[in-house]
């Protein structure tokens, strides 16, 4: 993988996405953030999520019930419990996606750190 393709990050950016940290609850700037756009990998860019895909699950965290398709890997966390979810671009750790909590139709709630996305808001 090439990095040198990749946008520099903060430390608390880098904790996030290349060691796989958790940024503390309610403290994201996407958290409580409602506005017409995408959200895009803050290491590579790619278009990960759609605002009209996000919801408020009251978890501390930007929430999506789906992502932009083939977009994002899931893989069994190393705790045997949760699946955490990756950027299928530059692999960067986004969260963790959790099945089975009945908040939306598509029945699956991503959980990611807002310090992994940027936001771009939609020109319409």
């Keep these: ?3 040198s393709k990749f946008n ?3 430390p608390k950016e880098e904790y996030v996405i290349e060691h796989k940290g958790t940024e503390p609850p309610f403290s994201g700037e996407y958290d409580n953030f409602y506005v ?3 959200y895009v990998c803050r290491r590579c860019d790619v278009e990960l999520y759609r605002s009209d895909d996000k919801f408020d699950a009251h978890c501390g965290w930007p929430a ?3 992502e932009i398709p083939g977009a994002v890997i899931r893989s069994p966390d190393p ?8 950027c299928a671009n530059c692999d960067g750790h ?3 996606v959790f099945i089975g909590e009945n908040f939306t139709e598509t029945n699956a709630r991503h959980c990611v750190n807002s310090l992994s996305l940027r936001f771009v808001e939609s020109e319409n």
């Design 94 to 96: 986004l969260g963790h």
């Design 1 to 3: 993988m090439d990095t």
């Design 36 to 38: 017409k756009g995408k």
């Design 79 to 86: 705790d045997g419990y949760r699946i955490e979810i990756l």
């Design 64 to 66: 999506f019930d789906k």
């Design 8 to 10: 520099s990050l903060t």
